[in-house]
């Protein structure tokens, strides 16, 4: 049974419908379920907690990894699979949603949406966009000095193109903390010598490049490769091509166990 199926299988034991279901789970709209139904996917681990969290009769591992048996033994003493807990105490959530805990030593985390499209060094995730419903999104934190406004992303690296090797470009699984530039700006000067690293979002691309140029009288920017061999050449793009900008605020290196 897919990971879909067993969402289904759930809401016809249930007797629920799309709407019915989402409700019972706390989604304020049916947008995820429906997904997960029509386009055969698998629930997240976000969107699985909750379900089971509303149905505690059905395991966990058996809805989000397709393991163990389908029905929890409510008379023995189980663990449930528990959301991330934040460390401090919540100071602010501004208005785009992003939450900031005080971590008691003058610095702050900082808990934001993890894009679950990956931010790559050239062209890819062909076929898809940078969908607007994310109830089933899981969340990625960082430690900041200070408190902010503005809206705020966390992406996940892939490819190589902006690995040199050195401690200051990106490896594969890097996770970055990205600020959006609303597009009124985008006709001024990006700032680039300030900010130099972009998540670009297309509607079937999210790059991560360092803007190198900008002609403000073509409207382009031109996008440069940290990785020096020949196949990363440097290229320029429309910004009316464009749908997003992000320019990187933050880097977290991806966790290696030895």
């Not at 089933?136 to 690296?157: H, S």
């Not at 300030?194 to 991560?208: A, E, M, N, Q, R």
Request: net charge negative; glycine share 6%; proline share 4%.
């Amino acid at each position: 049974m897919e990971g879909w199926e067993r969402i289904q299988f759930i809401m016809d034991q249930e007797g629920l419908n799309k709407n019915s279901f989402s409700r019972a789970i706390g989604m304020s709209h049916n947008v995820t379920i429906t997904r997960i139904i029509n386009e055969k996917r698998s629930p997240s681990r976000a969107t699985s907690e909750k379900v089971v969290k509303a149905f505690p009769q059905y395991n966990f591992d058996w809805l989000y990894r397709g393991r163990g048996e389908m029905l929890r033994d409510l008379n023995k003493m189980e663990i449930l699979p528990l959301p991330n807990k934040d460390d401090g105490e919540l100071v602010l959530e501004n208005s785009n949603g992003v939450r900031f805990y005080d971590l008691g030593n003058g610095k702050y985390q900082m808990k934001v949406p993890l894009v679950p499209y990956y931010a790559y060094g050239r062209f890819a995730n062909e076929g898809y966009t940078l969908e607007a419903d994310r109830d089933e999104w899981e969340t990625e934190k960082f430690e900041v000095n200070q408190l902010a406004q503005g809206k705020y992303m966390a992406f996940e690296v892939r490819g190589d193109s902006m690995d040199d090797g050195t401690r200051g470009s990106f490896e594969q699984g890097d996770k970055l903390l990205a600020r959006e530039l609303d597009r009124i700006y985008w006709k001024d000067k990006l700032r680039y010598e300030k900010y130099p690293y972009w998540v670009i979002v297309f509607d079937s691309s999210v790059l991560i490049k360092q803007i190198i140029d900008q002609n403000l009288e073509t409207g382009e920017i031109t996008c440069h490769s940290l990785n020096p061999s020949p196949e990363y050449r440097d290229f320029t793009l429309k910004l009316d091509e464009v749908r997003m900008l992000y320019n990187v605020i933050k880097k977290k290196p991806r966790e290696v166990d030895y």
